[in-house]
């Protein structure tokens, strides 16, 4: 079974191929690589051994997108990662944001419809969820309005697949809303990198333990939390991507919309992964306090009930295995992608 996926050259994508791959699907990459590099592909064929077909495009392209089902159709389904994502960046570029992520999505559905294909699993976020009024946070207490238009198109897009379900009968549609990913494969051969200077936590820390930034700046030490700092779900981008192969099953069984969150159900302050990255590294990772940064929350974590009931799948590593493997990839690879993964 082919499976298109949008965006498979990116963090959570290619890891996510990995695990199709291992599954038995047959692939199909369509990427415009604005925040990844062909030389992902590269590194995905070496670790799998796999010759992985892609086309490079733009999906608020109509045209592209039927052009990929039709050269490389008939697809099982399509894996919908593709989005521009830095929060901070959407709210000085809302236009971009919302053609960008939003066209794509439209073009996508009516691509799918034209062609025959009735599967889609789309990327959503714990952010759909807004600021919690309970912890954990389960589908059943909908989404909220988001702070800023990166979170807002992730609420828009599922309204997309939501209204588009009652229109078609024969359409099926899962929105996994992701806890925030970390780590890398463990061959160290891909991870996260992101263009110019990390905006989320991790990434930040890791180029901090890497020597190329000097501290960590941890926004804000005086939330309602135990240390101060703000908590988060995290999970390993692997457990993330075996959720995606998890999804793909249980579309088998329904038709229609549904929402799933993929998560942990714990949360983790800054300094607890701070101090276990430091640990992991070998080294004291520096650090000073600033501002609490706009539009943050003190704390959220997921509840991962329904995934467990409905996909049988369960988050299986925890954080200092996230955190070992994003050191292996970062160490391994220092300058990201364009460190020669032969040379090692
Ligand atoms: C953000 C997005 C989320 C997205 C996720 C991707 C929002 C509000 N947030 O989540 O949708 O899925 O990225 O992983 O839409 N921190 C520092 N210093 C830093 C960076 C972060 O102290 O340099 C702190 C933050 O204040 C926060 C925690 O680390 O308490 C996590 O931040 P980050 O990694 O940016 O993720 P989120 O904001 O939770």
Redesign the pocket.
Known sequence: MKILVCGGAGYIGSHTILELLSADYEVVIADNFSNSCPEVIKRLEKISGTSIPYAEGDLDDQSFVDQLFEQYGPFEAVIHFAAL?A?GESCLKPIEYYKNNLISTLNILDSMRKFGCHKIIYSS???VYGEPEHLPIAESVGTSS???P??QS?IINERFLEDYAKADPEFIATALR?A??LGAHESGEIGEEPNGI????????AKVAVGKLDH?????DD?PTPDG????DYIHVVDLAKGHVAALAEMNTRKGFDAINLGTGRSY??FE?LNCYSEVCGRKLPYEI?A??P???AE?YLDPTKAKEKLNWTAQYDLRRMLEDSWHWQSKNPDGYTSPADSK
């Open positions: 994502k929060v976020s714990a952010t988001a702070t800023n990166y979170g992730k992701y925030n990913p990390p905006g989320n936590l991790v990434p930040y820390i960590l700046n941890i926004f804000g939330y700092t703000g908590r988060r302050s800054v992964i600033k609490r940064r539009g943050d929350i959220n």
